[in-house]
Structures are given as C-alpha cells and as structure tokens.
C-alpha cells in the first residue's frame, strides 16, 4: 500500500466523524456511556466477523497485552474525558480545547523517526485550529471562566490523549488493523461498567433513534476507528493531521443539511481557514 493511499483511507475516518454530531442528535435520549457500549459492541463485532472472514483471528493472539491496553485505553479514554469534560465546563470552550488534538498530531509526529515538521505543516495547523474556533466558538460571550476549570484541564487531557494514541500508533506498525477490533471491545466493556455505575439506562424511543444508533456503530464509533488506524500508521501523519479540522466543519454542514442548525458566514469563513491550512500541509510534504 502506497503512503497517499494510506492516507486517503486515513481521512475517510474524518469524513466519518462529520457524521458523529447528526447521529448522536438522533440516538437522543440515550445516555452517553451507554451510547458508547452499544456502538463500541457493534464496531468490535464488526471487526472480528472481518478478521475471521479474512483469517486474522490467528493474529489477533499473538498481539502483546500491552498493546490492547493501550489500545482500549485511547478509544475509551478519549471518549470518557471529552463527555466529562462537556459536562463541566461550557460546551464551546470545552470543545475548542479538546480539538486541540490535531494540532498536537502534527507538532508530535515531527518526532517520530523518518518524519520531519516543516513550517508549512505549522501553519496549515494553526489555520485549520482557527478555523475549528470559528465553527466550534460561534458568536459565543461567555469566555473561559475560572470555574469550569477542571472542565478545561479534562478537555485538555481528551486532546493529549487522542493525539497521543494517534501518534504513538505508528511505532505499532507491526501491529494488524484487526486488532482494533478488541480495543472497541474492551472499550464497550468499560464503558458499560461505568454506566451500570452512574447512568439511568435508557433506549432510544423510535425507528430514528435506533437507527443513528446502528449508523454510529457501523460508522463514526466503528469503521472510522480501523480506516484511521490504516492511516496514522502508514500514511502521512502530518497532513491526516491538518486534514482533520474538516471534521467540525463538514459535521456543522450535515447539521444545516438536516436543518438542525442554521447556515451563517462563520461557516464560510472556517471553510476558507480549514481549506486553506489543509492545502498548505499538503504543499509542505510534497515538497519534502
């Protein structure tokens, strides 16, 4: 597989997270954590029906332990802070911190080996991260408050831990994709736990809301998951990166689709940010 194909197939997890916000909207009024098991169950059956399709189940027992852990601890890690951290604090302020990870992807990456960060992949960065402001910020007032600050520090937390498990990824090259399907496994085993622990379980209450569940399973909380692991590790980490901030932008455009929410010019202008910071990175690693 060449390296540009690895990461087209990398960034067809971002255009499967725009659908995460449209989806979750319809799985209402199902609790977060329990959100969670149903998807992360739907996604780790997927995945072992595809390994024992293609004859990996043999690989999967040969992955080292440390690995599931790592694994299942980015999935659900990233997932339990970013829900913790929209609880407590603002969901603007929260969200603009906790999308910080794509950032951190691209200054992170220029450590690993074989890869070199030039100034256009910084920049292509900071735009992309303005852009994401203008979508995820709006035309909001309140401004960061001294308050909500263990909110702030988890959505921190959230951006270092997605941008963390994305990047260290790479060093498990050797590692096959099919194992991702016990990381959503294990995942949908923690987050079960906690929510027999602190949630009320509700179900969806209609053909809608069961299916955007299902949808979120088969894509935006499954197939995403195992597209992604393909690129980080063998595609170009720098420009999947960049490339990520059309998430918040392609996921605000479904919503007006489904007339959810409404059209403005921030969107626009994220547009021309997003765009423009993606065209740069892209520019850099050509040159390269």
Known sequence: MTRMRATVIGFSAVLLWSLLALFTVGSA?????????????????LGLIWAWSTGGLRQLREVRWTTYLFGAFGLFGYHALYFSALRMAPAAEAGLIAYLWPLLIVLFSGLLPGEHLRIGHLIGACLGFAGAAVIIVGGGESGFQAQYLVGYALALLCALTWSGYSVLSRRLGDTPTSSVAIFCLAAALASGVLHLALEETTWPSNAIGWVSVLALGLGPVGLAFYVWDIGVKRGDIQILGTASYAAPLLSTLALVLAQIAAPSWGLAIAALLITGGAVIAARASLNR
């Open 29 to 45: 009024p199902v609790p977060p954590l329990l959100l969670n098991t149903i998807c992360f169950s739907i996604g780790g059956t």
